[in-house]
């Protein structure tokens, strides 16, 4: 997408939402990757926050018109997003707007409009491996300034033309590790969990310690499992091990 070269675009601010693989207004319009965004007119139609203080009942036309309220619309300075809150709904950046603008106060409505630069939260990209590969090439595909913000560091993470930027990939890669890290953490094994001795049925853990858990299965049989041979199954989502691992420490318990 190239912004033709004959006009100089006004460059105003905007927020942004984050669906899955791309950029929407907050109203929902889908901002397409690499794909000019040109406004339409819906004043006769749309009934919302804006459009709807619209006088203006009246048939398509060509947007936007001075009397109207159709455009895509851009705020004049980064502050007035920032203080009007919108700038907390998600992503704010900067947002080449031309074609036929019209002047506002505060803002601008244009005919067409595409984002110059991007500011994301630093939770936005996922920490998962997959998720995460699949949210940067999504946003990649917007081939725009993208920069990570948040705790008074700017991040960049791609730049237009030359691709993602290092720094950017490696803030990345250390919320990952940590996001990793965590998970493991969380799935530390302790008494109430289950564990299923696979063949034997579910056994309940009653103690832990660094070597072995102690747990209970039908509400009789007691095990003594080593720890080590006890291992998260990340499809079944639960504790796994096999009957080999476990031995039995009650032998014949009577049922309570
Ligand atoms: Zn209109």
Known sequence: MSIPDYISPIIGYRVWKWEKTGLKSLC????KPSQLLAARCRASVVVGPIAGRAE???????PPQTNCTCGVYASKSLEQLL???YAKCGIHGEVYLWGTVVEHELGWRAQFAYPKSLFLPP???PSETKEMESCLEAFAAYSTDIFIVGGGQKIP???RG??????GLDYLIGKRTQYYARRQRDRTLMRGDRV???GRGIAVVERVDSTWIQAVVWNKCELRIARKCIRWDKRNMRWETRPSASVETNGKATAK
């Open 162 to 167: 030359s691709g993602f930027d290092a720094a």
């Open 83 to 85: 203080t009007t809150g």
């Open 123 to 125: 939770d936005l990209i």
């Open 196 to 198: 299923a001795v696979l």
């Open 157 to 159: 993470l791609c730049r």
């Open 56 to 62: 203006a009942v009246h048939d398509a036309h060509e």
């Open 28 to 31: 929902g319009e889908r901002w």
